[in-house]
């Protein structure tokens, strides 16, 4: 994954519930240095909705949880 993100823009980790994938990105280099935002918290849903770019003005990587 970690060679996935020097070609990409956008990258999607998919896979079963329950598996890891949020515990990976929060402590494996260099996700875990990234903004962190999870869209399970409702007001955070609300500004993704009304206005999404907000959600990364502050920072040039971000890692969006539970989208």
Known sequence: MRRSIKDHPV???TGARQT???T???HEPP???WL???LDD???MEQAE???SSLW???KNIVIDEV
């Open 11 to 13: 990258v999607v980790l």
């Open 31 to 33: 996700f875990k240095k």
């Open 42 to 44: 409702l007001d955070l």
């Open 20 to 22: 890891g994938k949020s």
């Open 50 to 52: 009304e206005e999404p």
């Open 57 to 59: 003005s502050a920072a």
């Open 36 to 38: 962190h935002k999870n």
């Open 24 to 26: 990976l990105l929060g």
